[in-house]
C-alpha cells in the first residue's frame, strides 16, 4: 500500500476505535445482554471473560470505553484498571458489580474511573452511560 492509503487505514482504525466499547465479564449471559444492547446502539462491542485478556485486547484496540465487572477470577476489574491507567491513553472505565462489599471498594479505590455501576444493570441506563462516555 502507499503511504496515502495506509494514513486511511489508520484514520479509518481510529475513527473505529472511538465508537468502540469492551464488555469484560465472566459471566457470558451478561456479556451477551450487553453487547446486544450496545450493539443495537450501533456501537462496535468487544469481549473478553477476564481481566488478563482484556488487557491484551485494550492495549492492541485502544477501544473508547471498558465495561468490566469487579469481581472475576484471575485479575478483577480494580486490579484492571489500576493497569489500564499505564497504558498511556484513557478510556472511559465503567466497573460494574453486584456485591456491596465490591462496590464500595470500586468506589473508594481512587481510580479514574468514569462510572461505577450496581447490578443488575438497567440496559437503558447503561445505554446512556456509555453514550454519554463517547462524546
Given at each position: ?80 484498571a489500576q493497569v489500564i491507567s499505564t497504558f498511556g491513553y484513557h478510556p472511559k472505565i465503567i466497573l460494574m458489580t453486584d456485591d456491596p462489599d ?34
Open positions: 500500500m502507499n503511504e496515502m492509503a495506509l494514513r486511511i487505514v489508520s484514520d479509518l482504525e481510529k475513527a473505529k476505535a472511538a465508537r468502540s466499547v469492551i464488555v469484560v465479564d465472566d459471566d457470558p449471559l451478561q456479556r451477551v445482554q450487553l453487547i446486544d444492547c450496545l450493539s443495537d446502539l450501533g456501537i462496535e462491542v468487544l469481549e473478553e471473560e477476564e481481566g488478563n485478556s482484556a488487557l491484551a485486547t485494550i492495549k492492541r484496540v485502544r477501544p473508547a470505553v471498558v465495561i468490566m465487572d469487579v469481581r472475576m477470577p484471575v485479575l478483577d476489574g480494580i486490579a484492571a465490591s462496590l464500595y471498594r470500586a468506589n473508594t479505590s481512587k481510580l479514574d474511573v468514569f462510572a461505577v455501576i450496581e447490578k443488575p444493570i438497567p440496559l437503558r441506563t447503561l445505554s446512556r452511560f456509555v453514550l454519554k462516555a463517547l462524546e
